[in-house]
T-cell receptor, first 117, second 114 residues
Framework: AQKITQTQPGMFVQEKEAVTLDCTYDTSDPSYGLFWYKQPSSGEMIFLIYQGSYDQQNATEGRYSLNFQKARKSANLVISASQLGDSAMYFCAMREETTSGTYKYIFGTGTRLKVLA | DGGITQSPKYLFRKEGQNVTLSCEQNLNHDAMYWYRQDPGQGLRLIYYSQIVNDFQKGDIAEGYSVSREKKESFPLTVTSAQKNPTAFYLC?????????????FGSGTRLTVV
């Protein structure tokens, strides 16, 4: 079963507008972490923001914020005041504990965001 | 500056050949990971290693092998047993003692079978 679901393969947003990228997850572990990464066309993955399952407040990092709704198991990324440089693929990921007690990360299929001038 | 270096950036392989992708980090991170990225499928975990001389299979380990002889290095070998190796390969590392610490990724290697 898919553990991280990103239902928007592609999104458009006008420059300076805000945009929300959706992410839902599935886990029975009470302790987990959720991450968002940006992948420009050059290919490198850039860490944007983190939300822990026990965090009381939604995470924010500059123009990025995470709309964390634990009961709905959603962790949507909100980008405010979009810039042309925000055009990229965005991946949602979840930290999962393995049977050996280590961590691995599971990624969604990504959302391609295009910012229009 | 610390970071992860993957080489080469582009790699071409003939069918039936083994190839090795390099991943080196100078971040003093304990954990290292290899992911494969195909269009429309996100990133899938191939192998990971939490400490030197130890590694575990990820979700799609068949046809791949790794070694972790040094903390800084985690090379990935794509063997001839991997039937569809054309993909973008990403190496990552992280500090294991900080649970909310995200991965640091390399810039990737694009492998093409010719």
């Amino acid at each position: 079963a898919q553990k991280i679901t990103q239902t928007q393969p592609g999104m458009f947003v006008q420059e300076k507008e805000a945009v929300t990228l959706d992410c839902t997850y599935d886990t029975s572990d009470p302790s987990y972490g959720l991450f968002w990464y940006k992948q420009p066309s050059s290919g490198e993955m850039i860490f944007l923001i983190y939300q822990g399952s026990y965090d009381q407040q939604n995470a924010t990092e500059g123009r990025y914020s995470l709309n964390f709704q634990k009961a709905r198991k959603s962790a949507n990324l909100v980008i405010s005041a979009s810039q042309l440089g925000d055009s990229a693929m965005y991946f949602c990921a979840m930290r999962e504990e393995t049977t050996s007690g280590t961590y691995k990360y599971i990624f969604g299929t990504g959302t391609r965001l295009k910012v229009l001038a | 500056d610390g970071g992860i270096t993957q080489s080469p950036k582009y790699l071409f392989r003939k069918e039936g050949q083994n190839v090795t992708l390099s991943c080196e980090q100078n971040l003093n991170h304990d954990a290292m990971y290899w992911y494969r990225q195909d269009p429309g499928q996100g990133l899938r975990l191939i192998y990971y290693s939490q400490i030197v001389n130890d590694f575990q299979k990820g979700d799609i380990a068949e046809g791949y092998s790794v070694s972790r002889e040094k903390k800084e290095s985690f090379p990935l070998t794509v063997t001839s047993a991997q039937k569809n190796p054309t993909a973008f390969y990403l190496c990552a590392s992280r500090r294991t003692e900080v649970s909310n610490y995200g991965y640091t990724f390399g810039s990737g290697t694009r492998l093409t079978v010719v």
